[in-house]
Nanobody, 124 residues
Framework: QLQLVESGGGSVQAGGSLTLSCVVS????????MGWFRQAPGKEREGVAA???????TYADSVKGRFTIFRDNDKNTLYLQMSSLKPEDTAMYYC??????????????????WGQGTQVTVSS
């Protein structure tokens, strides 16, 4: 059974950094598209980043240049490194499995399964 367990969220000031982790069990991450989406109260879900196989990454315009998605396939763990955080990045962040495995931009728009989420709060 697929399980996605996120960690690493927290509260930071604007301009700070956080790295989120997602331990994946129940599937082999190697050939899967995995990603992150976020949702803030009263707002639409937003795909943040996706990493597909063959290797390809896609980012939301709002996070390009600030967020980096990467994976450790040996540890079956997905990461989201976030820097230059802004108050508008405040949201619950979810690790997710894409419904398709490639390319990453399709994966980013359609996640099939996700974890419980980890809260990121950025104060000004």
């Amino acid at each position: 059974q697929l399980q996605l367990v996120e960690s690493g969220g927290g509260s930071v000031q604007a301009g700070g950094s956080l790295t989120l982790s997602c331990v994946v069990s129940g599937i082999t991450m190697l050939t899967r598209c995995m990603g992150w989406f976020r949702q803030a109260p009263g707002k639409e879900r937003e795909g943040v980043a996706a990493s597909s196989f063959p290797p390809n990454t896609t980012y939301a315009d709002s996070v390009k240049g600030r967020f980096t998605i990467f994976r450790d396939n040996d540890k079956n763990t997905l990461y989201l490194q976030m820097s230059s955080l802004k108050p508008e990045d405040t949201a619950m962040y979810y690790c997710a499995r894409g419904r398709v495995n490639w390319p990453s931009d399709r994966c980013l728009r359609d996640f099939a399964d996700w974890g419980q989420g980890t809260q990121v709060t950025v104060s000004s």
